[in-house]
């Protein structure tokens, strides 16, 4: 599924976040989105994703018009997104496993099935002997970790990963990259950053600045 941005504008008060941003992002393909902190980068994920909606313009998931949609339908549609969060947003109340099951739960899929789909997104990034600990057990990797297996546990089409090193040190940066790489291969991957980042660059690296790309 290909993701578009047409002329999106995006404001919050006085602020214009995004101005007239106009882009295409194929199916399968990967992009890093640098600049410095406050230039829309975040902004510009959760328009793509459907969490913020445009003052102008307009976001299309494939040939459908986001802002055509219901409230239930784009819901359904973001099922085909997974999102790899800055601050990793795990609930320090509930194990790894909990954290990573909690999509599934939420959408109604039985506990057996979530359970099963938790432990294979919990070996893929390596973490299986971490399941039943909680986030303040872990170390900044493996809670980056937790945050890119509840990213994939439900299969996502679209990968995107909000400033997915912050806080690392340069080998466990290195090494979230590589998963990265790893679990978006044939997956679309948008990450935001503050600089380009070599390991990531396998396709578009696009810079923004006063939300606009240069």
């Known amino acids: 599924m290909d993701l578009k941005l047409d002329s999106v504008s995006v404001r919050f008060g006085a602020l214009e976040a995004l101005r007239a941003v106009t882009a295409t992002f194929a199916a399968g393909?990967?992009?890093?989105?640098?600049?410095?902190?406050?230039?829309?980068k975040t902004t510009?994920?959760?328009?793509l994703a459907g969490l913020v909606h445009p003052d102008e313009g307009h976001v299309?998931?494939?040939d459908t018009d986001v802002a055509a949609l219901d409230r239930w339908a784009r819901r359904e549609a973001q099922g085909a997104f997974g999102m790899v969060f800055q601050t990793d947003a795990l609930f320090d109340s509930m194990t790894v496993r909990g954290n990573v099951m909690l999509p599934l739960l939420k959408r109604g899929v039985p506990e057996d099935e979530a359970?099963?789909?938790c432990d294979e997104?919990?070996?893929r990034v390596g973490l299986t002997a971490a399941a039943e600990k909680r986030p303040e057990h872990l170390s900044g990797g493996m809670r980056k970790r937790t945050g890119i297996a509840r990213a994939i546990i439900?299969?996502?089409e679209v990968l995107f990963a909000d400033d997915p090193f912050?806080?690392?040190d340069p080998d466990t940066e290195r090494s979230i990259a590589e998963l990265l790489l790893e679990v978006s291969e044939g997956r679309t991957l948008i990450s935001?950053?503050?600089?380009?980042y070599e390991p990531l660059s396998l396709g578009q690296t696009l810079v923004m600045s006063e939300g606009r790309f240069q």
Request: charge should be positive.
């Open 154 to 156: 439900a299969k996502p």
């Open 44 to 47: 510009l994920l959760k328009a």
């Open 192 to 196: 935001a950053l503050p600089d380009p």
């Open 115 to 117: 359970t099963a789909r």
């Open 166 to 168: 912050a806080g690392l």
């Open 29 to 40: 393909t990967h992009t890093v989105i640098c600049g410095r902190a406050g230039c829309g």
């Open 60 to 62: 299309r998931w494939g």
């Open 121 to 123: 997104a919990l070996k």
